[in-house]
């Protein structure tokens, strides 16, 4: 059961005139897409996945409710990761406020997961914990190229991104951009920290 989701994607980049905008159409064109890659029929697919037909129907229509297990279900029979039916489409910059992002109850316990990046295959990941207080802006270069930047914000208040493209992000906000062009850090508020997820192909 969906809990709730950023439907913010305004500038997302997809390969349709009009990207999906709602979690479930996110799920829809991802199962659809996946179904068709792997040539399988509705039926089959339902089979191998142990759902009903008219469930997966549904799912396809954008119309049903899906949990976190019948989506893990589906993504093993596909041979997907569950984030890749989940993950709606990403703009260039993008940022998940707290409370925002594809978020999924489970039906057997109170726990719900919400997706903000799914990291792409053969990419290696580096975490930091940055510590930093209001002042001087950080300038940093463009590192190598094909690097992504996450930033989560844990405490105080940020100022982050791309030259010209910069967010403001408060605790609990997510946001992605390229580090591979110029981009900076500015403490708004004392006391910021934030975690800091480098992404290199």
């Known amino acids: 059961m969906f809990v709730k989701a950023n439907d913010h994607t305004d500038g997302a980049n997809d390969m349709s005139d009009s990207p999906p905008r709602r ?3 996110w799920i829809a064109a991802s ?9 399988l029929s509705l039926s089959e697919l339902a089979k191998r996945a142990g759902i009903a037909k008219s469930t997966l129907s549904q799912l396809e229509s954008a119309s049903g409710n899906p949990s976190v297990e019948t989506l893990w279900a589906l993504g093993v029979a596909l ?45 290696r990941r580096d975490v930091y914990h940055m510590r930093t207080e ?15 930047e996450h930033v989560i914000v844990s405490t105080g ?17 997510y946001m992605s951009y390229r580090g591979d062009v110029p981009h900076s850090y500015e403490a ?6 934030f975690v800091l997820v480098m992404q290199h192909t």
Do not use: N, Y
């Open 188 to 193: 708004l508020a004392p006391g910021t920290t």
């Open 157 to 173: 208040r940020v100022k982050a991104g791309p030259a010209g493209e910069e967010a403001e992000l408060d605790p609990g906000d």
């Open 79 to 123: 041979g997907v990761p569950f984030s890749a039916l989940v993950e709606p489409p990403a703009p260039a910059v993008q940022v998940i406020r707290a409370g925002q992002g594809p978020s999924v109850a489970s039906e057997k316990a109170e726990f719900a997961a919400t997706l903000l990046s799914a990291g792409p295959p053969g990419v």
């Open 31 to 39: 199962l659809k897409r996946e179904r068709a890659r792997t040539g």
């Open 134 to 148: 209001p002042g001087a802006v950080r300038e940093s270069e463009p590192h190598i190229p094909g690097t992504v």
């Open 23 to 25: 979690p479930l159409d």
